[in-house]
């Protein structure tokens, strides 16, 4: 089945730039997913990017996705103390299923 | 747009009782939603896929009649936990997908915390 892992923790100086990574194992995925979590909130999704893509700006979101490794990367630039979440990354596999695989999430601090 | 919402946002009842918790797409109709339970520090995991109409899926290992799923407009689904116990205290979130297709985006409800004492 699919497996997606992310490392659990990430610690970050407030204006640094942050970066979480995910590895994924389903070579079929279509879209990969960012979503953010706050405590005792559901999930906010923060951008995604099409499998046939390597690489997608949103502002201060920078996403790249290496396919061949099967590794997706978040990086956030200038950190704030408001980007302090959980954050996952989802994979939706090929095939026209519905079912998204989330990954187990970093929980990233900003630190002053 | 795309905004999912979840009724109650946190809920306290006694074992054996049954809790009701709504989903709703608040400005755009969803086909299919999605009913996921969260624990502590972990990640989500899919309980139970629900299309408008028709009979939810459940994932592996579910029990549906522990977890009724009624999916009545293209605007609300339901999930029910029937005699609730200690155990099933956790966080449901509920997600709707915007579209048709199996790509169309899945946006999150802000999730309800149940606790059965």
């Known amino acids: 089945g699919e497996d997606v892992e992310q490392s659990l923790f990430l610690s970050v100086r407030e204006g640094d730039s942050s970066v979480i990574n995910c590895t994924y194992t389903?070579?079929?995925?279509?879209?990969l997913y960012w979503y953010k979590q706050e405590p005792g909130a559901g999930l906010q999704l923060l951008t995604y990017i099409f499998s046939n893509m390597d690489m997608k700006q949103d502002q201060r979101l920078t996403v790249l996705l290496n396919k061949k490794d099967k590794h997706l990367s978040l990086r956030i630039a200038d950190t704030q103390t408001g980007d302090s979440a959980i954050y996952f990354c989802?994979?939706?596999?090929?095939?026209?299923?519905?079912?998204?695989?989330f990954g187990t999430g970093t929980q990233l601090k900003v630190e002053l | 747009g795309a905004v999912v919402s979840q009724h109650p946002s946190w809920v306290i009842c006694k074992s054996g009782t049954s809790v009701k918790i709504e989903c709703r797409s608040l400005d755009f109709q969803a086909t299919t939603m999605f009913w996921y339970r969260q624990f502590p520090k972990q990640s989500l995991m899919l309980m139970a896929t629900?299309?408008?109409?028709?009979?939810?899926?459940?994932e592996q290992g579910v029990e549906k009649d522990k977890f009724l799923i009624n999916h009545a407009s293209l605007t609300l689904s339901t999930l029910t936990v029937t005699s609730a116990h200690p155990e099933d205290s956790s966080f449901y979130i509920c997600?709707?997908?915007?579209?048709?297709?199996?790509?169309?985006?899945?946006?999150f409800g802000p999730g309800t915390r149940l606790t059965v004492l």
């Open positions: 389903d070579s079929s995925s279509t879209y």
């Open positions: 989802a994979e939706l596999p090929g095939g026209g299923g519905n079912k998204l695989t």
């Open positions: 997600s709707a997908k915007r579209g048709s297709t199996s790509t169309d985006t899945q946006y």
């Open positions: 629900s299309n408008e109409g028709s009979k939810a899926t459940y």
